[in-house]
């Protein structure tokens, strides 16, 4: 006889998964960010290292979801139900800042540190690039630059334009500011850019602050690093503006309440939050129950309620751990998964005899009471369009991961359900739920590692079923973001590990982890290359020849490679680029594995272009970038790879050009690459003089300058690279 108990024995069997093809590490890491949950501890940095392949959107930590737009309509707020419909308008879109915005901001500002210091440097060139996290009031801080400096008509401008085109055909005024700008490799803000600029703005006798986080994109511009004010000052300011009796905010100002909230440093913004509530409360109140819904401790104690509440139902308290889960997800989704766990907690209180779940339960008003939550009408992009859904958040966002720790630590007997619970998840279809099924084994690992190791990351980085291989990975890559010191030395054992998928999990957690982690990423990815079998050489030369996934010594063998050459090309696109390309050159004096990786590396992402209407190639770009070298011949790839001294990026790629192609395994594969861009040029006149230069620097020889010439007559008489072709120069 069948039991209720059996299905769900058999979702926690992680090995009977059937394999899947794993998913190409893009797409993974753009899924991931795409879902990751607002509450989540290190979502404003993630990825801080930035991926020039993609403008900063992927793995710069710049991209934005919702971020402000209108609210009206109808939202479901305790007993009270209102309906807010979020558009998606960004909270700083292009546009004049209001001028009560800039009066209510000067009522209350305080400069920090180095405030003046900036004001000094914007006052003499013109244009500032203020660097911080999104938290310090960096902001404010522009906006008031810009105001001591006597302007009051400042636009706002679209974070989303080049460098290069930022003041075309914007309205003149006497300040601009570009908030939380994206930089990247592909979309750098360079000297030559800032003079431009500035050049602009002496004849416009204007000003402008651009706002930014920390990143080595910025790091040899001049900056100056923004830190917040004391957050006493900032308190004081805000409640005097509100409440005009000093002698009643002094009194304010020594309550208790108030140390105790400074000294878990809040941010700005709920400072400014904080200090509203208390402009109304005094201190011979005895009803302060406006202040009581600040702190971690009272959210802390409202979460004890819950869960030591034997009154509440178990579905209840199902729902509330579904719903720390998918924060500000769809209702549904938050109730679905919230049965299922319903289902595990039961078969511990009552083994053998699990109960049924009432098809018409709670009310959702009801239950969003309860949680202390709210609906809003979102539109939710999913691979069909916009679909409006009904999203489901808690009113106060520390609620889910204080909520998911305090189950975690202080309820152990819930464990193995909740463990169940999250093994059947981790391969569900929906993207959304795989994705904060890894961000809370996240949170769970930083609070106790060693369980979430064992009872779900261990498991799943050797499964074979390879969407858990990729689930451990994403997992650990947020531990690491939220704080887990732990992770590298996790990663460096997995590479080494004598299970294949392991291995594949380690090299996939690099892939995420590589510019935050390079030399310990180069390290993994040659130790991987060295345990390569001929076989499995032989496919990176295959994987170009083919220009997709190419048949192998046997699928295991093939996703090994592939995951290789992926993560390999994701450090190279980084914004630790230059690392990887030096590590790169010096594989090629190395052993054949280290060669072959290189060159398949190198010549796979010299296939990725611009994501723009022009669609240049990224290592195109770059080598015109570069700096030309001092004159003096052309070196040998053992010097290039010698320590005396860093040779420059151009030498660098021309070095691993020439090499690929002398090579007889991928000589094919770069012509084949070459003549993609030749096509691509043949109406782009500054691509076409890149070219031009480039296969310059390449014909050395006169053999070469024979093969490059027969590419580019090639090209030019078949009628596919259109009227403008490069001329290779004599030598």
């Known amino acids: 006889m069948t039991?209720?108990?059996?299905?769900?024995?058999?979702?926690?069997?992680?090995?009977?998964?059937?394999?899947?093809?794993?998913?190409?590490?893009?797409?993974?890491?753009?899924?991931?960010?795409?879902?990751?949950?607002?509450?989540?501890?290190?979502r404003n940095y993630l990825f801080a290292g930035g991926a020039p392949g993609f403008g900063g959107d992927l793995i710069g930590g710049d991209r934005h979801t919702v971020s402000g737009g209108q609210v009206h309509g109808d939202v479901v707020t305790g007993s009270k139900t209102t309906i807010y419909q979020v558009g998606g308008a960004s909270l700083h879109a292009s546009g004049e800042v209001p001028d009560e915005e800039l009066t209510e901001l000067a009522d209350v500002f305080c400069p920090g540190e180095e405030f003046h210091n900036a004001l000094r440097q914007l006052r003499e060139r013109r244009v500032l690039i203020l660097t911080g996290r999104p938290d310090t009031g960096r902001r404010s801080a522009a906006l008031m630059l810009l105001y001591e400096l006597g302007v009051r008509r400042i636009r706002n401008l679209d974070p989303d334009v080049s460098p290069t085109g930022l003041l075309n055909g914007v309205e003149s005024a006497g300040g601009y500011l570009l908030a939380d700008y994206a930089t990247s490799r592909s979309r750098p803000l360079r000297r030559p850019d800032l003079d431009r600029l500035r050049e602009t703005l002496v004849k416009q006798n204007s000003y402008l602050v651009i706002t930014t986080i920390r990143s080595s994109a910025t790091r040899t511009l001049p900056t100056v690093d923004w830190l917040p004010p004391d957050l006493g000052r900032v308190l004081d300011a805000h409640l005097r503006s509100v409440q005009g009796d000093d002698s009643v905010v002094d009194r304010l100002l020594d309550l208790d309440l108030v140390e105790e909230f400074l000294a878990k440093y809040p941010p700005i913004l709920e400072v400014a939050e904080f200090a509203a509530k208390l402009a109304h409360h005094y201190p011979w109140s005895k009803k302060p129950a406006e202040l009581t819904d600040f702190g971690q401790g009272?959210?802390?104690?409202?979460?004890?309620?819950?869960?030591?509440?034997?009154?509440?139902?178990?579905?209840?308290?199902?729902?509330?751990?579904?719903?720390?889960?998918?924060?500000?997800?769809?209702?549904?989704?938050?109730?679905?998964?919230?049965?299922?766990?319903?289902?595990?907690?039961?078969?511990?209180?009552?083994?053998?005899?699990?109960?049924?779940?009432?098809?018409?339960?709670?009310?959702?008003?009801?239950?969003?009471?309860l949680a202390r939550a709210e609906l809003t009408e979102e539109t939710e992009q999913t691979p069909w369009g916009p679909v409006p859904q009904r999203m489901a958040s808690f009113l106060d966002p520390r609620t889910s991961p204080t909520l998911l720790r305090e189950v975690w630590t202080g309820h152990p007997s819930a464990r193995p359900a909740i463990t169940g619970w999250l093994n059947a998840l981790a391969i569900d279809t929906r993207a959304l739920v795989r994705t904060r099924v890894a961000s809370t084994t996240a949170l769970l690992a930083s609070v106790d590692l060693s369980a979430a190791m064992s009872g779900l990351l261990t498991p799943w980085s050797g499964a074979k079923d390879f969407r858990l291989c990729l689930q451990a990975a994403n997992s650990l890559a947020l531990a690491y973001h939220a704080g887990t010191a732990a992770v590298p030395r996790i990663l460096r054992s997995w590479a080494g590990d004598d299970n294949a998928r392991r291995r594949w999990t380690a090299i996939r957690g690099y892939a995420l982890l590589g510019p935050l982690l390079p030399a310990q990423a180069l390290e993994a990815f040659a130790l991987a290359a060295e345990r390569l079998s001929a076989g499995e050489l032989d496919q990176l030369a295959a994987k170009l020849r083919l220009d997709h996934r190419a048949p192998a010594a046997g699928p295991a063998d093939h996703h090994q490679v592939l995951g290789l050459l992926e993560a390999a090309e994701l450090l190279l696109l980084s914004t630790e680029a230059e690392q990887a390309l030096r590590a790169l050159v010096g594989w090629l004096s190395g052993p054949a594995a280290l060669r072959q990786l290189a060159l398949a590396t190198f010549l796979t992402t010299a296939q990725r272009t611009e994501d723009t209407a022009v669609g240049r190639p990224l290592l195109l770009d770059w080598y015109a970038r570069s700096p030309h070298p001092e004159p003096g011949g052309v070196p040998s790839v053992t010097m290039l790879a010698a320590p005396e001294g860093p040779a420059p990026v151009r030498t660098l790629l021309v070095a691993l050009w020439r090499t690929a192609l002398e090579d007889p395994h991928y000589r094919d594969a770069a012509l084949g690459v070459l003549r993609g861009w030749l096509i691509g040029a043949a109406d782009q006149p500054e691509t076409t003089a890149q070219l031009t230069e480039l296969f310059d620097d390449l014909a050395v020889t006169e053999r070469d300058r024979r093969r490059l010439d027969h590419l580019v007559r090639t090209v030019r008489t078949s009628g596919t690279g259109g009227p403008v072709t490069p001329a290779l120069p004599g030598r």
Not at 8 to 24: G, I, R, V
Request: glycine content about 6%; aromatic content about 8%.
């Open 3 to 42: 039991t209720a108990a059996e299905p769900l024995e058999q979702e926690d069997e992680l090995q009977e998964a059937p394999p899947e093809e794993p998913q190409n590490a893009f797409e993974a890491v753009q899924e991931l960010l795409e879902h990751v949950p607002d509450s989540f501890a290190g």
């Open 298 to 369: 009272v959210v802390q104690d409202q979460i004890g309620r819950w869960f030591g509440d034997p009154e509440l139902p178990l579905q209840d308290k199902a729902f509330l751990i579904s719903l720390a889960v998918f924060d500000h997800a769809p209702y549904t989704l938050a109730a679905e998964c919230a049965d299922k766990l319903f289902r595990r907690l039961e078969t511990i209180r009552t083994p053998g005899r699990p109960d049924g779940i009432p098809p018409f339960g709670s009310s959702v008003e009801d239950r969003m009471a």
